[in-house]
């Protein structure tokens, strides 16, 4: 894993959640092993070996589902792609057939657990009752569960109280609402039935209370949720806010660009420097997401757009592998902007490729373009730039600065600067 | 000749691309458009009806994307060149580990294009600087970490060479030049590419799963 930069993010305290779209029942197992650091399979048999135990793990999974709330698997897109997912213009997960074999087996294995819990406690109606009334709840708990997840990626604010427990989903959501409505039903019944006319004050008491528990059991995922979903809400609308600003801006800035290119039509260098600085601006809000400040990345993006600002030529930036940046590695960007300012202005080119890679404790940056190009050993005086800003500034901060460049063919220049310190 | 089908959601762009193949030049070089398709459905439907060598493929489309259309044409079907303007990498990693031949950024020029579209045909495979970078990002921890799992060693290294050739591409180089400057032909590197993209659409889910997350932290 990444070490984390120390002018990194503040502190975000570690809360377990249900990682619903990996799970199989409630994602309880995948969210703990998440949390845990632990292979989720160890979670599932730690889970059922336990069930099979006298049923703690049962309860143990009953009660984490209820408490954990579930994660959003929600990561913070870049809008562009955000929206490009809720279009389903991006390859998604989905719902992978081979989870049914594991789902299987599991159920498989609790059905044993079942029968050896029978066998222990003894053949009895409760037992059954039970089991059928729980099996009831779970039922309509994971539909519920279903209908949250879907009011994540339902846009509208508003939440109706059936679609709250149908969600959007179809007859399958019926199903098993209804169903799991069926078996408390029938628990309850069962219950009636067995316990005859001698003691029916108690069992009336105890299929009330039966039915209470069911009640708020049924309606445990909105009342237990609604606090964390406020939050959730909350959180949400300031993020939909923020974009929005920008969105607003960005759409100003588009148009103010498309205005000044009609009005330059006729000057073709000023509309494709126009419509290249906006493309950047543009493509780096909708799919790049956050650019860190004062990392590699950032700081050549920079001069990045600065260069193509101010002239006529297309700078292509590739970097592997990132870096926050420290006094050591600052000589190197200058030299770099230099040298692509270098290119910019003598090569002719229309292109520059940058590519930076740190590895190995060097940070090295490639520089190239396909101009005119020049004769590194002829050079006079008048190429100052080159030597002093860049060949002399790398070696005086203990680097090493390689111009080769060939009259005709375009020049490439390479800059290596170790990294004692500051390694990512 | 070889037979072109577009897709791609938004139909100037589709426009823009078929002017580009229609030019002279293009049609010199043999490309012929025989289709173009919005979407996931129309997209499998036109390779199905048209059969084309090559499929110009929009990473992101309604239905699924396009790793969508390369799964339900199954691995019998045409080549696929990816084209995006979205430069997110899990986007294009995942497009090529779906089974594209390759990726081009849509500010290509037509003539680039013309060429990737060629070697797409021969069988070739097509990086950018960009992809290259990529590549060599999600298999930067391959080779140093110690902690992979030996099932899938080859398949989670790039040879020295390789990644030679994979860095030489993201500093820019064309095919011939990065050919002269390793003293090898160009068939030959059209060979280590070829290896690069096998093992990328190939090496192990956890290898490139890591690489995603962190990715994500950075």
């Known amino acids: 894993m990444t070490e984390h930069a120390p002018s990194g993010p503040a502190y975000v305290p570690r809360r377990a959640a249900r990682d619903t779209a990996a799970g199989y029942l409630g994602g309880v197992a995948a969210g703990l092993a998440e949390h845990l650091a632990l292979p989720v399979l160890w979670i599932r048999v730690a889970f059922v070996a336990s069930g099979a135990l006298g049923g703690l793990g049962i309860v143990m999974y009953g009660a984490l589902w209820l408490a954990l709330p579930a994660a959003t698997r929600d990561p913070d897109l870049a809008p562009g792609l955000a929206a490009a997912s809720r279009g389903g213009r991006r390859p998604g997960t989905g719902r992978r057939l081979a989870d049914v074999g594991p789902a299987i087996a599991l159920a498989a294995l609790g059905f044993g657990a079942l029968l050896l819990l029978e066998s222990v406690i003894g053949r009895g109606t409760v037992f059954w009752v039970l089991a059928l009334g729980l099996t009831g709840v779970a039922l309509i708990w994971r539909q519920a569960d279903e209908a949250q997840r879907e009011r994540w990626r339902d846009s509208g604010g508003r939440v109706d109280p059936v679609r709250a427990l149908i969600g959007n989903g179809g007859w399958a959501a019926w199903a098993r609402l209804l169903s799991g409505a069926a078996l408390v039903l029938t628990a309850l019944v069962l219950f009636a039935l067995r316990s005859g006319q001698l003691q029916v004050a108690r069992d009336v008491l105890i299929a009330t209370l039966l039915g209470l528990v069911g009640l708020l059991l049924t309606l445990g995922p909105w009342v237990i949720r609604l606090a964390t979903d406020l939050s959730d809400e909350r959180e949400k609308r300031v993020r939909t806010e923020e974009r929005a600003d920008v969105a607003a801006h960005l759409h100003d800035s588009v148009l103010q660009t498309l205005a000044l290119i009609q009005k330059n039509a006729a000057d073709p260098a000023q509309v494709s420097r126009l419509a290249r600085a906006q493309e950047r601006d543009l493509r780096t809000w909708l799919f790049e997401g956050d650019v860190v400040a004062g990392t590699l990345s950032a700081a050549l993006a920079e001069i990045a757009a600065d260069v193509e600002a101010e002239h006529a030529i297309a700078v292509e930036v590739v970097t592997v592998g990132e870096l926050t940046l420290t006094e050591r590695a600052h000589p190197i960007v200058l030299a770099t902007r230099e040298a692509v300012v270098n290119a910019a202005r003598h090569s002719g080119a229309t292109r520059v490729d940058v590519y930076a890679e740190v590895a190995g404790g060097v940070l090295s940056v490639y520089v190239k373009d396909r101009g005119v190009g020049f004769d590194p050993a002829g050079v006079a005086g008048d190429r100052q730039g080159v030597r002093g800003s860049i060949v002399d500034r790398m070696v005086r901060h203990g680097g090493a600065a390689v111009v080769t460049s060939t009259p005709g063919e375009g020049t ?13 | 000749m070889t037979r072109v089908l577009i897709v791609d959601d938004h139909a100037m762009f589709r426009g823009g691309v078929r002017a580009e193949l229609s030019s002279e030049p293009a049609r ?48 019998s079907g045409p080549r696929f060149l990816a084209l995006s303007v979205s430069d997110a990498a899990e986007d294009v990693i995942g497009t090529i580990r779906a089974g594209a031949r390759g990726y081009v950024t849509k500010t290509i020029t037509g003539p680039e294009l013309v060429s990737a579209i060629g070697r797409v045909a021969e069988g070739d495979a097509v990086f950018s600087p960009r992809l290259a970078g990529f590549v060599l990002d999600a298999f930067a921890g391959a080779g140093l970490s110690a902690d992979i799992a030996a099932v899938d060693e080859d398949l989670d290294r790039l040879t020295e060479r390789e990644r030679e050739v994979m860095r030489l591409i993201a500093r820019g180089y064309s095919y011939k030049e990065v050919a002269k400057e390793l003293f090898i032909s160009v068939k030959t590197v059209e060979t280590h590419m070829s290896a690069v993209l096998r093992k990328l659409q190939l090496s192990s889910r956890h290898e490139l799963t890591r690489w995603a997350n962190d990715r994500r932290l950075l």
């Open chain 2, 28 to 75: 010199a070089a043999g490309v012929e458009i025989v289709g173009e398709a919005a979407d996931v459905d129309s997209a499998v439907a036109a390779v199905v009806a048209h059969r084309p060598d090559v499929v110009l493929l929009d990473v992101h489309l309604p239905g699924g994307g396009g790793a969508e259309v390369m799964r339900r044409t199954g691995p």
């Open chain 1, 412 to 424: 490439e220049i390479v800059l290596r600067m170790p990294l004692e310190e500051g390694k990512s």
